[in-house]
């Protein structure tokens, strides 16, 4: 008692699966007849063996879609993991050039590296060598079915380093006629000639860069009268006070809402005048400060007293 449906089936069951012209032609040589052979038992079997209606797109297009679709994947992950690496190495070489704290960049490059359970940061070495800020990184990124052998991934950059001062050292203990003009200061750049960070060239710098971050105060570093308070080019917003005597210091990079005395105004030593930016020809947060004396820059070490 066989349903008629049954032989419909079977008719359709009886049909050829795969037809000679669906092959490439390339598989019509000596190599491709083969295949051509070994798929088509294959089918036949399949048909024969399991009565199922077995069709091209299960045997061989759902196979290759899952191989791709794996592939695909690990190429994404391996991607992300080159990207987040390198933001890791960049952010911790800025930090660290710019404040001289390893810790602290070590501490960024991680924030920026983020959190991925697709592969892990290993390795996040960040040091200060011969004035330049070195970043490295090593990630590992885990290959599908091979948790065992992941593989790995480095990068370093570099970025010259503002090299950071003690200020234990009696050396700079000045005669106290000024006062610091921020509070727990370091020094990033020294009066004098340096390698200027943007073209690599050696250059005058007339003051002192005090690296801080944006927004922290700048106090006067002694009594005096706001002689200009202003934008000034490459210096960003700059306010100079006149101390009498000749005695004149310079504080740049601030931006217009930061400074908070203008032209003419009376400032006490210690009181808050601006506040630190980046603006103007800048690499980075810091306060550039300048002593004049007679019109001409000196090194304000010798002023400066804590
Ligand atoms: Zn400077």
């Known amino acids: 008692m066989q349903p008629d449906v049954y032989i419909v089936l079977e008719h359709y069951n009886s049909q050829p699966l795969l ?35 077995v069709t091209l797109e299960l045997v061989v297009l759902i196979p290759l879609f899952i191989l791709l679709s794996l592939i695909a994947w ?33 501490k960024q490059g991680k924030d920026s590296f983020g959190q991925s359970r697709g592969y892990k940061l290993k390795r996040l070495d960040v040091k200060i060598e011969n004035d330049e800020a070195i970043a490295k990184a090593k990630v590992e990124i885990p290959i599908l079915f091979l948790a065992s052998k992941p593989i790995t991934y480095e990068t370093e950059e570099k970025a010259p380093a ?39 060239k050696t250059k005058r710098h007339y003051g002192i860069d005090f690296p801080a971050p944006i927004g922290t105060p700048i106090y006067a570093a002694e009594d005096g009268i706001v002689k200009y308070a202003g934008p000034a080019g490459n210096y960003g917003y700059l306010v100079i006070i ?37 603006n103007g020809r800048s690499t980075g947060p810091h306060l550039h400060f300048e002593v004049r004396s007679g019109g001409a820059p000196v090194d304000p070490l010798p002023f400066l007293s804590e």
């Open 74 to 106: 690990q190429l994404f992950l391996s991607g992300m993991a080159v990207i987040d690496t390198h933001a890791a190495v960049r952010d911790a070489v800025r930090v660290a050039s710019t404040t001289g704290d390893t810790d602290e960049a070590e």
């Open 19 to 53: 037809h000679e012209s669906l092959l490439p032609p390339s598989m019509n040589f000596v190599g491709g007849m083969e295949l051509k052979g070994i798929l088509v038992r294959f089918l036949v079997w399949n048909r024969t063996q399991r009565k199922g209606s």
């Open 162 to 200: 503002l090299n950071t001062y003690n200020f234990a050292s009696p050396l700079i203990m000045g005669n106290g006629q000024l006062g610091f003009p921020v509070a727990n200061p370091t020094i990033s750049s020294h009066f004098g000639i340096r390698t200027d960070p943007f073209t690599g």
């Open 242 to 278: 006149d101390h009498g005597g000749g005695l004149e210091t310079y504080y740049a990079h601030m931006y217009s809402h930061q400074v908070k005395v203008f032209t003419g105004q009376q400032v006490k030593r210690g009181q808050q005048i601006a506040a630190v930016g980046s």
